[in-house]
């Protein structure tokens, strides 16, 4: 610092050294600004990249212990971007298990920073509501797997786990599990979905 100032000017009085001081601010200030543009222009890493092939409207056929069913599901982006909705409907063909003739529930995946993994909060129409957490994203990005976390309005040490393949650009399936507690994980339900749009 001591150098700058007597290269720039000679520092012998106080006029002088004001301008030095005074020049120098103006230096760092131009530096801090060249750097938060900087910052401002560099691409950011895009969070749900993995998650996008879902986007769209998508339809398709399932199969399990309620019977089979007709279903149809649309991924959107909502509230700026900040959450991926998942809107979903079963309708079960006549003479099945099912208690209502369809099934409609609502999900939000969010990115949790703290974790550094994707939350699935998905609402029944049942009045039942299941917090998973996306544990596991296959290498190739292919296969998702969600492990339940917090249940409500159903037993808390029920287990459940969805599982989504992803078989080319059209088409994805579904596996649902659950495990009433003590009991081991078996397939609830499956589906397979082909992209409407």
Do not use: C
């Amino acid at each position: 610092m001591k150098y700058l100032r007597t290269a720039v000017f000679p520092v012998h009085t106080p006029r002088n050294r004001d301008r030095v001081d005074r020049m120098l601010k103006v230096l760092f200030g131009i530096l801090l600004l060249s750097a938060s543009a900087a910052a401002q222009t560099s691409p950011k890493a895009d969070t749900w990249k993995p998650l996008k092939f879902f986007v769209g409207v998508w339809e398709g056929t399932g199969k399990g212990e309620a019977g089979d069913a007709k279903v149809e599901r649309e991924y959107k982006f909502v509230l700026d971007g900040k959450y991926l909705q998942a809107a979903h409907r079963s309708a079960y063909a006549p003479q099945t298990k099912a208690k209502e003739a369809a099934h409609e529930d609502l999900g939000f995946f969010s990115w949790d920073k703290t974790r550094g993994h994707f939350v699935f909060r998905q609402f029944n129409s049942e009045g039942f509501t299941i917090q998973f957490l996306v544990s596991s994203i296959s290498d190739d990005g292919k296969t998702f797997v969600l492990d339940s976390e917090i249940n409500e309005n159903i037993p808390k040490e029920m287990r459940s786990r969805v599982t989504y393949r992803i078989l080319n650009d059209g088409e994805f399936t579904e596996t649902y599990e659950i495990a009433e507690p003590g009991k081991d994980l078996a397939v609830y339900f499956s589906k397979h979905f082909t992209r409407k749009k």
